[in-house]
Structures are given as C-alpha cells and as structure tokens.
C-alpha cells in the first residue's frame, strides 16, 4: 500500500522508499526508511500535504511525495487510540522493549534535573599527559555550531557569543552568516550555521555547513541536539562524527526532558557515541559554562572523536559493515589527497554523492571495483545503497536511545502542541484563524504599535529638520548646500526612516511567529494552493507581509529553504499592494470614483493579486521551470521564543535597513532632488517646469500617452513615487496647483491608480531586492514592473473610455 493510502491515525511501517536522486535521500535522511514505523496525523485542511509522526517527530510530506513510499499498515497490536501519539514513535522492529528496566539495568539514576555529570568529557580524560599535543598557544579556536533546524541553535549561539557578533554571508550564496567569539574567550571564534538535517548537498545551507566544515577546517564542532528527538537529531551528529574533527555534543532542551519526568543516562551515551556529550538548556541558560570548558578543551588538545565507525558486523550478516571498511581501503589514498575526512568520504560515496565522487578522481576500474562492492552489499542487505547506509546509522542510533533514553510517555509540550494544532491547522479553523492571526499582526503594526513609533519618528525627524533649517540658516550657509540638505537629504532619507517603526514592528511579530513554530504550519496548509504557482507553502508569509510592506517581506524570503523558491517569491511580492499606496487610492478614488469607493479599493487589491498570480504562471512556464521545493520538512513542537533572540533579530534587521537608507537610498534622494532643483543650465529653479526633472518627464509622456498618462506633470509625480510611493499625490497637488481633478478624465485617473499599483517598487524596496538577488536582478525588476504596469493601464485607459 502507499503511504499516500492511509487513512488518519493508521499506523504503518515502511516497505520500500520511491523516488529519486536528492529528493530520496532528502526522504531517507528525515528518518523514512525501510523498517521505520510512523503514524498518518492528520492531513493539511486542502488535503495536502499529510502529517506523519515518525521517529518521534512530525514530518510532512505532499500526498505525490508519499505516493513514491510503499508501506505496509500494523493492525491492532497495541497501536490503538488509547497509546497516545507517542505509540508509533522510535520502536523499529517489532520487539518492544521497557525504558524503566533499561534504566534500572544501567543503574543511572540521576535526578532529571540535576544538569551537572561526572564522566568521559571531564577535562583531561580523553588524553594522558604523555601523548597530549596542545595547539599552540595564541592558535585561534574556531568552532562551527551545527544543529538541526529548531535545536535551538540560534538561542545557544546567542547565550555563548552575548553581543560579540558578527553578521554577514557566506560567499555566493545568501545564507546568512554568523560569528563571534566565545563570552570571556577571545581568542576564539564561533560560527553559526545554517540549521540542516544531514551533511547531504540537498539544499544550498546543507552545502554551505558541510563546505565549511571540509575546507575552512573549524578547530572543533558544537553539535546541538534537541534531546526531545534524539532519534532524528542524532542522524547528523553521526555525519558530523565521520568528519573526524574534535566535536562535543550539547544536548539542548534538557529542562523541558527533566520536566516530563524523562532522562537520559549521559554518560552511557558518552561512552557510546566517543565524544563529551553536555545537558543544557539555551533557552535556561544552564550548562553552558561547562559546554564551553568542554569546547575548550577538545579544541586545544585537538581530541578527535574515539568512535567513527558505526556498521555493527552482526547487522544482517555484516554487508554493510563489510561494504564500507573494503571500500575504505580502496579510496584511503584518494581521500587523503583529496583532504577529505576516510569515513565520510565512504558512506557518501556510497550514497552515491557526485561532489564527493568527483573530488576523489577515482580511476574507472576503482570505480568499477567499488560499483562491485556495492552492488554485493545491497544483493546481502537487501536494501539499496543509500538506504543501507541510512539504516545502519539510525539502527545505531536506536541501540544508543535503547540504551539511554528514557522517554516520557507523552511530554507537555507535545500535548500542548497537538491541542493548539488541532485548532491551528484544523479542517475548519485553520484558514480562519490564519486571517485573524495575520490581520491582527496588520491592524497591530499599521494602526496601533508600528503608527505610534511612526509618529515618534516623523516627529523627531521633523524637529531635526527644523534644527537643521535654522542652524543652517544661522551661519549663512550657500543656497544650494542648504536646499540638498533640507529638501533633498532630509526629506527624503526621513521620508525612508519613517518605514523604520513599521519594519521593526513587522519583523518583531514575524519573529514571534517563526520561533513559535507557527509558520511552519502556515507552510503546511497553504502548500497546496501556492503550489499551483509553482512555489511551496512557506513563500505565502513574505507574500502577505508585502501588502504591508514591500521592504521587510523581501528581507522575510531568507527563511525560505530553496533559492529558486525565493527568486520567484521576491519576484511577486511587489505585485501585493502595499500600504504606501493607500493615500494614492484614497485621493482618486475620492475625487473620481465616489460612488463605487469600495469596489474600486478592493478591486486594485485584487487587480494586484490576479497579476502576480499571472506572472508567477508566467515565470513558472519560463525563468523558473521545474517543480517548488519538495516539502518534507518538520513541524517543530510550539514553543515560546526567547526574548533575547527576538531582540537580536530586530536590532540586525533595523541595522540592515538603516545601512541601505544612508547608502543607496540616500544616493538616489539626492539624484532625484538634483534633478527636481536644477533646470538644463544647472541653475536652482523654482519653477518645477523647467527643471530636469520635468524635462524627463516631459521625454517620457509620449511613452505614457496611450495610457492617458501622457501629461508631463503626472509622469514627474511618477517619478517621485519612485523615492515612497506617497508622494505621488503631494506632487501631482503641486504641480497641478490643488486642482487635478479638474485636469484629468476619469479614464486616466483609473490608469493612474492601476498604474501605480503595478509600476517599480520604491527605491527602498529596490534596495531591499538589491541586497538580495544583486544589481542586475533589481534592475530587471525595475523594468519589468513598469512595462507590466504599462500595459495595464493601457488596458485600464481603453476600457474606462469605452463607457
Ligand atoms: P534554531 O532554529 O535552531 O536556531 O532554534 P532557536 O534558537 O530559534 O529555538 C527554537 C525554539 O526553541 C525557540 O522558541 C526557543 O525559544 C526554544 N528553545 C531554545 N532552547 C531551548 C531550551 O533549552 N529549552 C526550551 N524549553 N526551549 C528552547
Ligand atoms: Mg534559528
């Protein structure tokens, strides 16, 4: 049967796994493998994509998606109702088995709460004073964090590094990068990477984590692990171990463990996996002293880890074990050359890793000879390659949680996450409450908080400007310097700063959302419509934040796991209407259209939305063939974020913004007040006329003619809506002396508004794109609105005169 066969709360256990390519070991690396047992949650209120709780997570999967994967249902057997949701969870094979007798066995009894351990990491015990080989002194400690997605990887950096950070990119790709060095420790350095789930060039952060790990050779690695599923976590921990470079693990989330009445028997699982393993919490604060000494230590003393090799040699007649210390032998001196770590090397090229393959330059008869091994393995095993691999890592995993977990039958969290998602991604309440949720966060920013501070910042600019004026003014300044300071840098740049409040108010509910674990979900039940576009669930959030604004809803597409995913979504964005073009609306269709007010307002924001869907159709058929980005993804329990991530992320988001407001912002503020000060002969005019400004404008009105636009004042306003899309309305008001309504016919009032609906995003969100996709990109973007918005305005003109 397949698993897109299931009918809610069905248990069933994995046959075979479909697919292909990245997107099968994508499957295989989220724990779906042959043998594993998982439980059909519920289905996304559209029908797709499902839920499943597998290996004591929920993962989601698109219906097409779980078509590929052959299962097979468990009837009764104890996995009825009254087990809980815990009942499919992290037992593979049939054979259950008694956390309490494991326990007693080991005799580890530690209070859950009691962080603080003796064993194996202590300092000094993974080397005797004879063969210890310190690195220098003065030697920079470099540490790469990695962790899955939601480990708590962000909270953790945070605690470690305090304000000693440092934002930037990871070159060629637009993954964020960030690094610091360690509270109190100086001479060390920290690197945040991006969250992933297992060391395979699937996705571009997976990339990024891995590159760095190979080639920029960290002293050590910090390994977070959420200790609520360490079936999954451990996955890459594995991974990490075959990198041979010294690791400590930090098991984060222990006081939500301590709390459920759980455990885990610390040093067993030291003692199994070969590396220092250290509770804390991120989030609490607690053990972080003690994974820094740990950190430390191994870093200094260099201590690899003392255990890589994994395949157990009684596993189904040893074919895997076998498969992978043969072909060790064969590619040693390749790797070698290679630089990269023998273990690793190994099971990627068995799993069949083209980057890996090609960075060994094997000759065609080794490949041959490894092709034969491989081949004989999978015959013995019975599985196929990668999934032979995955399952000797997770049938490992499962002996270490056999030995040292002992789970709670069913956390608080966990309950609490499935009473607030049976209400939040519920067939009927799902959608609903997404509207609420999002129009509070809109009615919040745009009306009551995000205003306020508006007001508090245009009031403060405003009293600047006017200290400024009578300053300048005061000590005689030249003309022309005083008007580019007053009326072009600080309008303009003020104009810009006055976004600043909506941003950081935006992105502090944004924020709120994500670490709550709440856009995920969002992802989960608007994959299916976005999908029709050819994009995934999560690009619905920066597409809603863009009728806010244009700015922060470009700047929120980084979350977005795939790149494609996100060019096509920054793409549309500036299609939602945005806020700054209200007052437009509201003046035309003041003086225009008052009998029809309300059809006409919605009918812009619906004008806006029907074209981007279209162009997004388009784009789909052209620029961005293929299909969205597979959606396997986890759905991470809620939680409450932590105040001082929130915190952090707005301070990096303000800085963001304030950096490209005093660069390209600026510069274009000035370029348009020189052109709107100065006549051909570069004298000050006063008369906006003559200036060259309207010169342009003047070239460009035969272009807007056919549109009703043909007017050179109206083309300079469309011009100054460039710099902030209000002031469209301030500039036709002047230029037409009060009085446009008297000038234009209700045809061309009605291009104007679809015009300026559809035509560039202003230079603020220009930069934002900028920042993200690149000059040309942003150009591109540019041109392409204006054309769009031409030609329907075009029509807009044609249609209206028709009456
Ligand atoms: P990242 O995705 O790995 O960067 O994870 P974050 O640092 O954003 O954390 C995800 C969520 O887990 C946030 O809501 C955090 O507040 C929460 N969190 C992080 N560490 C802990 C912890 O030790 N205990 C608890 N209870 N929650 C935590
Ligand atoms: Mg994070």
Redesign the pocket.
């Known amino acids: 049967m397949k698993l897109s066969e299931m009918k809610i709360g069905d248990h069933a256990v994995i046959k075979t796994v479909g697919g292909e390519g990245a997107l099968r070991q994508h499957f295989l690396d989220m724990g779906v493998i042959p043998g594993a047992k998982l439980r059909l949650v519920k289905l996304a209120p559209l029908g797709d994509p499902m839920e499943f709780r597998i290996h004591g997570y929920e993962l989601t999967l698109r219906v097409d998606d779980a078509a590929k994967i052959e299962a097979e249902i468990l009837e009764g057997k104890g996995h009825g109702h009254h087990r809980g949701p815990e009942s499919a969870d992290h037992e593979r094979d049939d054979n259950h088995h008694d956390h309490h007798d494991h326990h007693d066995h080991h005799g580890h009894d530690d209070p859950p709460e009691k962080l603080e351990h003796p064993g194996l990491g202590e300092g000094g015990r993974f080397h005797s004073k004879a063969d210890e080989n310190p690195l220098p002194e003065g030697t920079v400690l470099s540490f790469a964090l990695v962790?899955n997605?939601?480990?708590?990887?962000?909270?953790l950096f945070n605690q470690l590094t305090g304000s000693n950070q440092h934002v930037g990119n990871f070159p060629g790709v637009t993954v964020d990068r960030k690094d610091g060095a360690i509270k109190g420790h100086p001479e060390t350095v920290v690197v945040d990477l991006p969250?992933i789930y297992s060391m395979s060039p699937y996705t571009s952060e997976e990339i990024v984590s891995r590159n760095y790990v190979i080639d920029e050779k960290p002293k050590a690695i910090i390994d977070i692990v959420d200790a609520t599923n360490v079936e999954r976590n451990l996955y890459l921990s594995m991974q990490l171990l075959e990198m041979g470079v010294p690791m400590v693990i930090a098991l984060?989330?222990m006081?939500?463990i301590a709390n459920n009445g759980g455990s885990i028997d610390i040093n067993g699982m030291e003692a199994m996996l070969g590396v220092p393993v250290i509770p804390i919490?991120?989030?609490?604060n607690q053990g972080i002293e003690e994974l820094v000494d740990h950190a430390l230590h191994i870093a200094r003393y260099q201590e690899k880890p003392l255990r890589q090799d994994f395949c157990d040699e009684n596993d189904h007649g040893g074919a895997v074990h076998r498969a992978l210390h043969g072909i060790s032998h064969l590619i040693a001196d390749h790797a070698e050359k290679a630089g990269l770590p023998l273990r690793f090397a190994v099971t990627k090229l068995i799993e069949g890793d083209p980057l890996i393959e090609k960075a060994l330059d094997l000759d065609q008869n080794e490949k041959e000879m490894i092709e034969h091994v491989i081949i004989q393995m999978e015959n013995e095993r019975g599985l196929d390659r990668s999934a032979a691999i995955a399952d000797m890592r997770f049938s490992f995993i499962d002996k270490v949680c056999r030995a040292t977990v002992r789970k709670p039958h069913e956390s608080k969290e966990q309950i609490r996450s499935s009473r607030i998602d049976s209400v939040l991604t519920g067939k009927y309440t799902a959608i609903p409450c997404f509207i609420l949720i999002m129009g509070l966060v809109f009615w919040l920013t745009f009306s009551v908080i995000g205003a306020w501070l508006q007001g508090l910042m245009e009031g403060a600019v405003e009293w600047l400007t006017v200290a400024a004026d009578a300053g300048l003014t005061a000590i005689n300044v030249n003309e022309v310097l005083h008007k580019l300071i007053i009326d072009g840098i600080f309008a303009g740049v003020g104009t810009v700063l006055s976004f600043l409040p909506i941003i950081v108010t935006l992105f502090f509910f944004l924020s709120m959302l994500e670490?709550?674990g709440y856009i995920a979900r969002v992802a989960f039940f608007m994959d299916k419509l976005l999908r029709k576009l050819g994009l995934s669930g999560r690009s619905i959030v920066p597409m809603l934040i863009g009728f806010g604004c244009t700015v922060p809803a470009v700047m929120a597409t980084r979350t977005l796991p795939s790149e494609r995913d996100r060019k096509m979504t920054i793409l549309l964005t500036p299609f939602m209407s945005c806020t700054a073009k209200l007052p437009i609306y509201a003046f035309f269709v003041d003086a225009f259209f008052e009998d029809k007010k309300a059809i006409i307002m919605v009918g812009l924001y619906l004008l806006g939305i029907l074209i981007g869907i279209l162009a997004a159709l388009l784009m789909k058929k052209t620029l961005f063939k293929g299909d969205a980005a597979p959606f396997v993804m986890e759905l991470p329990s809620y939680?409450?974020?932590?105040a001082k991530?929130v915190a952090r992320l707005l301070w990096e988001k303000s800085k963001d913004f304030l950096q490209r407001a005093f660069s390209v912002i600026l510069i274009a503020t000035i370029v348009v007040w020189f052109l709107q000060s100065f006549d051909l002969k570069f004298n000050l005019t006063e008369d906006s006329g003559s200036s060259i400004l309207a010169l342009v404008a003047g070239w460009l009105a035969p272009i807007m003619k056919p549109a009703g636009l043909g007017d050179w004042r109206i083309c300079t306003s469309l011009i100054s809506g460039f710099m902030a899309k209000e002031s469209v309305v301030s500039t036709l008001e002047i230029l037409f002396g009060g009085d446009v309504s008297a000038v234009l016919t209700t045809a061309s009032a009605g291009a104007l508004l679809v015009f300026s609906l559809l035509y560039t995003p202003c230079v603020a969100a220009v930069a934002a794109i900028r920042r993200e996709l690149g000059r040309r990109w942003s150009l591109a973007v540019v041109l392409w609105q204006c054309f769009v918005a031409w030609v329907a305005a075009l029509i807009a003109y044609n249609l209206i005169s028709l009456f």
């Open positions: 962790g997605q939601n480990s708590g990887k962000t909270t969250g984060n989330m006081d939500e919490s991120a989030a609490k670490d709550s939680r409450l974020p932590g991530n």
